[in-house]
């Protein structure tokens, strides 16, 4: 089985070469390793060319985001199977070789593999992705089942992670590629929807290094903490093109979506009333509005979610106050 793996990279230069010199160490060799460089300015390609030559195909292109990077690097490739790396990420010796046993004794109506995860720079961060989030399989080899119970419940991060797949190329391209509007969970919109054309298996073990070192910045995971307007729009997109979806209207995972979307539509509210910007909060309002929600029950639950915060704030206080250390009474000599 052909591979190519695929590293989309921005002003990474030190990080992009460790990540392929991950690749190039693999105990079974990718056929091809292309990376795209999408609008670096750190010289990131002329030192991937100078340390590795002809080695590795490397595309440069006006930075875009990810998602047109991985989809360049989906559209140059050339193996049946197409291996995602990020650029800040890397592999464990024998990641390729574990996957093409797994496919290979699963067989052709498996289209996607996926590994555990470890995090790497962070000695405080012990537990792999799927201990920290609960999927714990008996085995070592296995298959995923239902993909969409684990991906349709709200949790502070997944287990399926973009640089652990190895995924039929074909099955990429049929689908159209990662959503370039999205610069927000991409990579679970195209999980979410490739678990409805093919089968997944996974290795369970940790063979990807998770870059997690407390000084890196991640404008995007920063993003996902924030209150700013991208974080709601892009969840709401993901969410109303899910609902969009014939594997999902009318079925039984239509209600988890939808209770997704509100959930993320009352927080968007929620936000915008804070910041007392009341037109954008009546659009969201419109929203839960066509969702089925009334009027009394969008003022009760805004309400019930402006009382638990600010429970949440004075419990926090109440806790700070208990820390503050007892000074000395007063001197009654």
Known sequence: MKVSAVIPTYNRRAQ??????????????????????DGS??????????????????????????SAARNRGVREAGGEWIAFLDSDDFWMPTKTERQLEALAAFGGEFGL???????????????????ETGF????????????AKY?????????????TF????????????????LILGEDLDVTFQLGFRTRFCFVAEPLVRFDRTPSRTDG????????????????????????????????????????LLRKICYDSAACKIHQLRIGPALGEVARLRALGDSYSLIIATLLSHKIAKLRRRLSGLERTDERKPVGPGPNLA
């Open 16 to 37: 992009v070469l460790r990540a392929i010199e991950s690749v190039l160490a693999q105990s079974v060799p990718v056929d091809e390793i292309i990376v795209v460089d």
């Open 136 to 147: 714990e399989p008996a085995v070592r080899v296995g298959t995923l089942e239902d993909h």
């Open 220 to 259: 995007l995971c920063d993003l996902y903490a924030s209150r700013d307007d991208r974080k709601y729009e892009n969840l709401e997109r993901r969410y109303t093109k899910w609902l969009r979806m014939p594997e999902v209207a009318g079925t039984a995972h239509e209600q988890p979506v939808r209770n």
């Open 113 to 131: 593999c996926f590994t555990d995860m470890v995090y790497d720079g962070n000695p405080d961060l012990k537990l792999t992705i799927f201990q």
């Open 41 to 66: 300015t750190d010289g990131t390609a002329e030192a991937i060319r100078r340390r590795f030559g002809a080695r590795v195909s490397v595309f440069q292109q006006k930075n875009a985001g990810v």
């Open 151 to 163: 991906m349709l419940v709200e949790r502070e991060r997944p287990f399926l992670f973009t640089s």
């Open 166 to 181: 190895m995924v039929r190329h074909v099955l990429l391209k049929e689908l159209g590629g990662y959503d370039e509007a």
